[in-house]
């Protein structure tokens, strides 16, 4: 059960593009054409799926406070959480150069596809802030860490593959000049975002389910902040009147 | 500008408005959007690429002639990471509410496109100074947009610009409050930044026509 709503608040909810901005620079310099959409969508699921979890490992077992405790009661007291920002980008730049070897080594169709991609991707944003994710909003385990992975690569993918298809289509429409090209494609994102929005209220029906919210403390992104200030705004104005 | 010779002030004024990192290069969209609910984030975050940028494009400057192209990527990264981890600690150690509020983003300066963009298009090619030059030019263009956005979202969403009432209070209805005016809670979500920016491009490609892309 934890599994499936963590998977679906990835997708969905907590949509990595229209929710939190990330990876938004190839996300628009990618996006003019479905067939490469495609495959630079299916290269970040791919590498998500591997840098989260191998992030995971790294943050319980070296970086968080007190982690270096397997080594010996005398490193129980160290916090290395400051290295971690060069630690993740580190692991991510070498898997990345590593899967783009092996992978043109055994399957040369698979990097015909997806190859040029790969260099791209180790300076994404989706990539590095889906490991600054999964530490801030404190990933149980590894296979929940994989799955944040997995799920949150799909959500981007879905974003992407959306937007380059619409920007097919609107090539052929009557948009005013300045807002062509850059432009329009960041209005139609901010309305696609706000049609994501709808599914904030996804996993929060029904009674029964609120002590289950409560308990996924996942409240850090800063969406969901925003969304708990215009509550309180709202039920402000509601008792005003 | 006396200082400068011309053609190093193009450097810093290019990218304010004609070469402009987020409106026309496209670059760092990132965290443009997702800390401009507030004035006094966005200033911050201005701030923190100023510095990484400035002083990234001088090291990266000083060691272009020995980094070997193969691994550049990696060796840049860990300069932006090393510089992004200094701005983390400082902004820990002095707002800390503030970086709270930052969360994750401020590590994300790291994979910020401009950067990289940068370190890449000019600081690999040129000597120090103009390095240094063009690195302070393109965060200040970055900085601009991002002061603009956080201006009219705080503005129009909260009423407020950093942290101070300038509409008036909604709750004693003083101010503009008095004739029925309504904060427009819509413009703290996340979707409005994105409409705020395709609005500051219409702006800025109407007043220059050569910037127009046909399709």
Redesign the interface.
Known sequence: MEHVELFFKSIFIDNMV????????SY??VSKKVSTAVGLGAAVIFVLAITVPLNWLLDQYILQEGALAWLGPEFASYDLS?????MF??TI??MVQLVEIVVEKFSPSLYNSLGIFL?LI????A???GS??MQ?REIATLGLAFNYGVSSGIGWFLAILAIAAIREKI?YSNV?????????T??I???M??GF?SFGGMLTGGEEQAPAETKTVLI????EK??E??AL??N?KKE?N | MALLSKKDSKLILDPLADNNPITIQVLGICSALAITAELNASIVMAISVIFVLGVGNVVISLIRNIIPSKIRIIVQLTVVATLVIIVDQVLKAYAYTLSKELSVFVGLIITNCIIMGRFEAFALGNGVWRSFLDGIGNALGYGVILIIVGFFRELLGSGTLLGIEVLGNPVDKTGLYAFGYENNGFMLLSPMALIVVGIIIWVQRHKNKALIEDH
Not at chain 1, 122 to 125: D, H, I, Q, S
């Open positions: 229209f929710a939190t901005f990330l990876g938004m620079c628009l310099a400051f290295l971690s920002f060069i980008i580190a730049a070498t260099p180790a300076v994404n944003c990539i590095l802030g600054l994710f801030s090539r005013p000049a300045p807002l062509r090209g850059l432009g329009i960041f209005i994102t901010g309305l975002a706000i929005m850090d992104s800063e969406d925003e969304k200030n215009d705004a709202d402000t005003l």
